[in-house]
């Protein structure tokens, strides 16, 4: 079973529009980690935002973090086309070894 | 991609025929993982291994085989024994604590 799950599984948006993705997951985590694949390529690293942060930026991306709710937001601000990709969320378990899993993503499309 | 080469970037694999898959990194990571990743599933976890000679299974480890004999190469073998291989394999490392680097991706077909 999936620890990390995207909603919604696809997003369409125009250019311009900010886009928020959400994911939810079970147990308890040291870290939540967002990620941008594009079609055909592996994935590349986002953004980072451990348990006790709430908050964190980068560029256009804002990240929250709500461990009591157990699930985190991704919003990108001002999309662009080269934002299509599918987002995906992995959540490292708290304690023990990393075995990280993913979500199935949010795939996004900007339309020019 | 960072520092994680993955190749080939097609296989072809004929009927009852083991292919191996090669995941080189550079960076110095300890751990490595091997994942599947099918239309609308997202990626799931086969292998991982977070040291030299050591490794566990994934999720969805059967018909699938790892080694580790070196820190920097984590090597995949898709067996006859997986009776649906068609998938784009993805290879990753991680320092602890810190995120996943991956590199870009095998795609696997059947003849």
């Known amino acids: 079973s999936q620890q990390g799950e995207e909603d919604p599984q696809a997003l369409s948006i125009q250019e311009g529009e900010n886009a928020t993705m959400n994911c939810s997951y079970k147990?308890?985590?040291?870290?939540l980690q967002w990620y941008r694949q594009n079609s055909g390529r592996g994935l590349v690293h986002l953004i980072l935002i451990r348990s006790n942060e709430r908050e964190k930026h980068s560029g256009r991306l804002r990240v929250t973090l709500d461990t009591s709710k157990k699930s985190s937001s991704l919003l990108i601000t001002a999309s662009r086309a080269a934002d299509t990709a599918s987002y995906f969320c992995?959540?490292?378990?708290?304690?023990?070894?990393?075995?990280?899993?993913f979500g199935i993503g949010t795939k996004l499309q900007v339309i020019p | 991609d960072g520092g994680i080469t993955q190749s080939p970037k097609y296989l072809f694999r004929k009927e009852g025929q083991n292919v191996t898959l090669s995941c080189e990194q550079n960076?110095?990571?300890?751990?490595m993982y091997w994942y599947r990743q099918d239309p609308g599933q997202g990626l799931r976890l086969i292998y991982y291994s977070q040291i030299v000679n050591d490794f566990q299974k994934g999720d969805i480890a059967e018909g699938y085989s790892v080694s580790r004999e070196k820190k920097e190469s984590f090597p995949l073998t898709v067996t006859s024994a997986q009776k649906n291989p068609t998938a784009f394999y993805l290879c990753?490392?991680?320092?602890?604590?810190?995120?996943?680097?991956f590199g870009p991706g095998t795609r696997l077909l059947v003849l």
């Open positions: 147990t308890s985590i040291n870290n």
């Open positions: 992995a959540t490292p378990p708290s304690g023990g070894y990393q075995k990280v899993t």
């Open positions: 990753a490392s991680t320092p602890p604590g810190g995120p996943q680097y």
């Open positions: 960076l110095n990571h300890d751990a």
